[in-house]
RNA sequence: GUCCCCUUCGUCUAGCCCGGUCCAGGACACCUCCCUUUCACGGAGAAAACACGGGUUCAAAUCCCGUAGGGGACACCA
């Protein structure tokens, strides 16, 4: 059996909020690794914070993973052979290693309360010290637990730090880091109630899972060696550490909702295709090592390495965000972006129900390659739509401008239009000979001419190439829009 | 404050490990031009960076030391 086949990755979120866009890049690393390898991408969801676990944001993660095309192949949904893949469902388990560390008396309980707890770290920050617990109750007898106990306190269980050496660990991505033991204080492992906390139950379960790599954001290094001295003194083998640089807003600081959209959902809403999303955020923190930047999902894979990872934190660009969507939003196939795009129209208030594919494809087409998002869609398409025809004001202000000229292209062009009946729209070759007859029946000529057609017809003096227009436009939506425009020059 | 991490165009990055091929390459954005009787798309081009200071060396973006700046962590959250 090769090496690679044992890689076991995992994405380890807590349902205390939605996917965000650091999140997702993490996941996305994670699924990159174990694709590449032919590794398996495990889905475990960490809900042990009972009060702020929720099962609707647990769904939406699940939901927004899979709208990114991260699949998993171990986790909710998908049973594996090291699940449950939900902690609040292997208590047992943590309640089994806790004994081993009680037993090997690395636990104790503590008593602080908050205030007190809180005291100390000021006291240290202001004797600029690392704050940390200075081990209070390490040292308890029955009698002092048994008044606590009385004057109602609750404990939480602490691990107890003994070791004095540097706990030093390799990371892949960041090389030797080294972290002296005296600025860890004993840490809370588990609360009252025997709900584990975060340090204690991810490293069990990775070691359970049998996790080969942890890769996760740079916010965990100083997690790192609390986790190894909890393996160490478990007798459990630690996992390759992959420490991934986190994403920063534009003005550098951690990324937040005053910068706007955070969450998948809200990229989804406004349009961002996933392939998109997908592919900048590989970008962010990672790179081929080539110039190469647009790729299929099958190329990333293929090109994906953890030496390549970036240390330095990156900003989160919208803007080569958008670029790419544009990209991917004129390359995939006509009818998959028509479905894609139908939603996004009728939420511009654009009537389909009536309408056929077909003719929505020719939209699309038309207007595709001015779109950067989906949400643009209705308003680059809603000239086609006879409910939504306006004259918007440069375009008024063009057709008066031009009365005269106006007047008579418009009335020229109504009585030529009268002869087609069918198809009902025109093409291109109908759409010259109309243009030639046009031009010699009256009086105007290029720009005039055309800006006249396009204001009567679209309402608007931007928009697709006026052969696409006919091309889309039924006759009948054209006549009454002439008729309109006439009955505004009147 | 303490500990840890990071530092190439405005931004994402290549190059750094294995000094010379780098007066630093690509992409987004910006600007100019071309295509186009409009808007976009597309094409061509311009401008733009090795944080700073020392050292090592014939030679440093690349190696070493220091300084400055930025970020993260310091919960009975993960």
Known sequence: MSQTAKIRVRMAPSPTGYLHIGGARTALFNYLFARHHGGTFILRIEDTDRERSKKEHEEAILKDLK??????????????????????ERLDLYAKHLKTLAQKGRTYLCYCTPQELAAEREDLLKRKKTPRYLGRCRTLTDEQKRKFENEGRTSVV??????????VFEDLVRGKVEVDPKNVGDFVIAKNDGMPLYNFASVVDDSEMKISHVIRGEEHISNTPRQLL???????PAPQYVHVSIILAPD?????????????GEYEKMGYLPEALFNYLALLGWSPGDDKEVMTRTEMIQSFSIDRLIKSPGIFDVQKLTWM??????????????????PFMEK???????????????????????????????????????EKFQMDEESTKFLLENKESAQKVLEVLKALLSKYTAPDTIDTSGFESLQKELKTKVDAKGKTLFWTQRAA???????????????????????KRIEKTLSILK
Request: with cysteine; hydrophobic share 35%.
């Open 67 to 88: 709208w990114l095309g991260i699949d998993w192949d171990e986790g909710p949904l998908k049973d594996g052979p090291f699940g449950p893949y939900y902690q609040s």
């Open 457 to 479: 017809l679209t309402g608007k003096l931007k928009g697709p190439e006026m052969v696409l227009v006919y091309a889309t436009l039924p006759i009948s939506s054209c006549q």
């Open 348 to 386: 511009a208030g654009l009537l389909l129900q009536d309408k056929e594919d077909s003719w929505l494809q020719k939209i699309i087409e038309n207007v595709r390659g001015n779109l950067e998002r989906l949400d643009q869609m209705g308003q680059y398409a809603e000239i086609f739509f006879d």
């Open 158 to 167: 602490r691990f107890k730090i003994e070791e004095t050496k540097s706990i």
């Open 325 to 342: 969507n544009g990209l991917y939003i004129r390359s995939k196939p006509i009818e998959e972006i028509t479905q894609l795009a139908k």
């Open 252 to 264: 550098r600081s951690k990324l937040s909702k005053r910068h706007g959209a955070t969450s998948l």
């Open 230 to 236: 909890l393996l160490n003194q478990l007798g459990l």
